[in-house]
């Protein structure tokens, strides 16, 4: 039995796909697409909606971003544990954490550009430019089959390459008279991803399976982001981005971390029991320590408020061994087949929207009111939603994935 305190590597028996994880990842990437697609609709639930700037509260689509960076922690010692298994050491590690993060934080910033573009300036809407970085991302970042010849495939990721180069140099941004050249700006839902993935990852390298450091980690992050809060972070420390010094984006993907390393100690005991107990012991604490920090800042995603990070650490905690029991336990994983492809080509997911919105703005397509209106609208976002995931699996058979 191998120590909690020193794990240089992994057994590859203990080195596998856990089916709770896969699937709550598809589930949160549907509801992302979904609750992303309610701009287009109207009369519809407020509490389905982002909650406004300065309101103490919480909608549905505030849950689901940080639902996703707890699967991602949640997935790092499993994927770490895999490559090590591979033969990876820790620097090659490092270097594969330091390229995802580059490639999330250039899709990210591509993105983001496009929600302040100047279509007359630019030569193209925001619709059309997500849809051509969409297309360069997947030049440059698809798996390419082996018998692809070599030559072929830099070629394509070059093009890939040019073709953001070329929107970057003529990409203009504002309104008429103050126009303003491609730049960072908020990072995007990738980017923010990108830098909480980066210290994350390079967190649970160095960790080496030791939970005492993971948790030492996370209670850093989460008492940062407390601080942030409190406006207690000292000045010249915001030089670094946001979205590491804030501390909350980082300690939500932490969490995940901590309880996916908490999830191999038991199950390599055959525990589930005891682990089931000692999660739900994990989450109400974080509820209880959501509803004190509450007091002083408030329950916002927008702020990225202390509350918001242990709320949602708690509600996807929850939703994690709700899922376990159902789909690694009584084997009914199956009931999600529909939706399985967005747990495995999740980023696939997040870009085909911009594709399908491309589409039915260069076919010119309108839907008829009742359709974008109360429930029969929401049965199209999520129609919607499954559509992309259906045509993501679909890029899959035909040798398109994208794997950083």
């Given at each position: 039995?191998?120590?909690?305190?020193a794990?240089p590597?992994?057994?590859?028996d203990?080195?596998?796909r856990?089916?709770a994880?896969?699937?709550l990842?598809a589930?949160?990437?549907?509801?992302?697409?979904?609750?992303?697609?309610?701009?287009s609709?109207?009369?519809?639930?407020?509490?389905?909606?982002?909650?406004?700037?300065?309101?103490?509260g919480?909608?549905?689509a505030?849950?689901?971003?940080p639902?996703f960076?707890?699967?991602?922690?949640?997935s790092?010692?499993?994927?770490?544990?895999s490559?090590?298994a591979?033969g990876?050491?820790d620097?090659?590690?490092?270097?594969?954490?330091i390229?995802?993060?580059?490639?999330?934080l250039?899709?990210?910033?591509f993105?983001?550009?496009g929600?302040t573009?100047n279509a007359?300036?630019?030569?193209?809407g925001?619709?059309?430019?997500?849809?051509v970085?969409?297309?360069a991302f997947?030049?440059i970042?698809?798996?390419?089959?082996?018998?692809m010849?070599i030559w072929?495939?830099r070629?394509?990721?070059?093009?890939?390459?040019l073709i953001?180069?070329?929107?970057?140099?003529?990409f203009?941004g504002?309104?008429?008279g103050q126009l303003?050249r491609?730049?960072?700006?908020w990072?995007?839902?990738?980017?923010?991803?990108g830098?909480?993935y980066?210290v994350s990852a390079l967190v649970?390298?160095?960790?080496?399976?030791?939970l005492?450091?993971l948790v030492?980690?996370?209670?850093a992050?989460s008492l940062?982001s407390l601080?942030?809060?409190?406006k207690?972070v000292?000045?010249?420390?915001?030089?670094?981005p946001?979205?590491?010094?804030d501390?909350?984006m980082?300690a939500?993907?932490l969490?995940?971390?901590?309880?996916?390393?908490?999830?191999q100690?038991?199950q390599?005991?055959?525990?589930?029991?005891r682990m089931?107990?000692?999660?739900t012991?994990?989450?109400a604490?974080?509820i209880?320590l959501?509803l004190?920090?509450?007091q002083?800042w408030?329950?916002?995603?927008l702020?990225?408020?202390?509350?918001?990070?242990?709320?949602?650490?708690a509600?996807?905690?929850?939703?994690?061994?709700?899922?376990?029991?159902?789909?690694?336990?009584?084997q009914?994983?199956?009931?999600f087949?529909?939706?399985?492809?967005?747990?495995?080509d999740?980023?696939l997911?997040?870009?085909m929207?911009?594709?399908?919105y491309a589409a039915i703005?260069?076919?010119h397509?309108e839907?008829p009111?009742?359709?974008l209106?109360g429930?029969?609208?929401?049965?199209?976002?999520l129609?919607?939603a499954l559509?992309?995931?259906w045509?993501?699996?679909g890029?899959?058979?035909?040798?398109?994935?994208?794997k950083?």
């Amino acid at each position: 039995m191998e120590k909690v305190e020193a794990r240089p590597a992994a057994p590859l028996d203990i080195v596998t796909r856990v089916g709770a994880i896969d699937l709550l990842r598809a589930l949160t990437m549907v509801l992302m697409i979904f609750v992303n697609d309610l701009w287009s609709l109207k009369d519809i639930p407020a509490w389905l909606e982002h909650v406004g700037r300065g309101v103490d509260g919480i909608g549905l689509a505030d849950v689901v971003f940080p639902a996703f960076l707890f699967i991602v922690g949640m997935s790092l010692p499993f994927a770490i544990d895999s490559r090590r298994a591979k033969g990876d050491n820790d620097l090659q590690l490092v270097w594969h954490v330091i390229g995802r993060s580059i490639a999330l934080l250039v899709m990210g910033v591509f993105l983001v550009n496009g929600e302040t573009i100047n279509a007359g300036a630019t030569g193209m809407g925001a619709v059309i430019w997500d849809a051509v970085c969409c297309v360069a991302f997947i030049l440059i970042w698809n798996a390419y089959p082996k018998t692809m010849p070599i030559w072929l495939q830099r070629s394509l990721k070059a093009l890939g390459v040019l073709i953001l180069l070329v929107l970057a140099f003529i990409f203009r941004g504002g309104e008429d008279g103050q126009l303003v050249r491609f730049a960072p700006q908020w990072w995007g839902i990738l980017g923010l991803i990108g830098w909480a993935y980066l210290v994350s990852a390079l967190v649970t390298v160095f960790a080496r399976g030791r939970l005492f450091v993971l948790v030492t980690a996370w209670v850093a992050f989460s008492l940062l982001s407390l601080a942030w809060a409190a406006k207690l972070v000292p000045a010249p420390l915001h030089i670094i981005p946001e979205p590491i010094i804030d501390g909350t984006m980082t300690a939500l993907t932490l969490g995940g971390v901590v309880m996916a390393r908490l999830f191999q100690i038991f199950q390599n005991k055959k525990e589930n029991l005891r682990m089931t107990l000692v999660f739900t012991v994990i989450a109400a604490l974080l509820i209880c320590l959501s509803l004190y920090t509450r007091q002083f800042w408030g329950l916002s995603k927008l702020a990225a408020t202390p509350a918001w990070l242990f709320l949602c650490s708690a509600f996807t905690l929850i939703a994690f061994m709700a899922l376990y029991w159902l789909s690694d336990i009584a084997q009914k994983g199956h009931w999600f087949k529909p939706v399985r492809p967005a747990g495995t080509d999740t980023l696939l997911c997040y870009l085909m929207p911009a594709f399908l919105y491309a589409a039915i703005d260069l076919l010119h397509i309108e839907l008829p009111d009742p359709l974008l209106t109360g429930g029969m609208g929401l049965v199209k976002s999520l129609l919607f939603a499954l559509i992309c995931v259906w045509i993501a699996g679909g890029l899959r058979k035909v040798g398109i994935r994208l794997k950083l």
